[in-house]
């Protein structure tokens, strides 16, 4: 009997919602993983304001969202995020 060691596997992206290849890939290895036993998560950074369903996810595969949304203020000025640098950091 060949003895296969269970690993709990954590893939980061920044976004599910909208399936391009990374995300497609992703899932699907994630959802073929889990079949063979293995704890998997994934981990997007902003995922929540998405209305997109992920049915494509295999339920022993867990979802977990940060909520952090880097691109919220991407429409402001150049001023603006040189200011925002100096103020935050």
Same mark, same amino acid.
């Given at each position: 009997?060949?003895? $296969? %060691? %269970?690993?709990?596997?954590?893939?980061? *992206?920044?976004? *599910? !919602?909208?399936? /391009? /290849?990374? $995300?497609?890939?992703?899932?699907? %290895?994630? +959802?073929?993983?889990?079949?063979? /036993?293995?704890?998997?998560?994934?981990?997007? =950074? @902003?995922?929540?304001?998405?209305? &997109? $369903?992920?049915?494509?996810?295999? !339920? =022993?595969? $867990?979802?977990? @969202? #940060?909520?952090? +949304?880097?691109? !919220?203020? @991407?429409?402001?000025?150049? #001023?603006?995020? &040189?200011?925002?640098?100096?103020? %935050? /950091?």
């Amino acid at each position: 009997m060949i003895y $296969q %060691k %269970k690993m709990k596997i954590v893939y980061c *992206l920044n976004s *599910l !919602k909208y399936l /391009g /290849g990374i $995300q497609r890939v992703t899932i699907r %290895k994630a +959802n073929a993983l889990a079949i063979l /036993g293995h704890e998997v998560y994934i981990i997007v =950074t @902003d995922h929540a304001s998405s209305a &997109i $369903q992920i049915e494509e996810l295999a !339920k =022993t595969v $867990q979802l977990i @969202d #940060l909520n952090v +949304n880097y691109y !919220k203020y @991407d429409w402001k000025s150049r #001023l603006h995020s &040189i200011y925002s640098s100096f103020v %935050k /950091g």
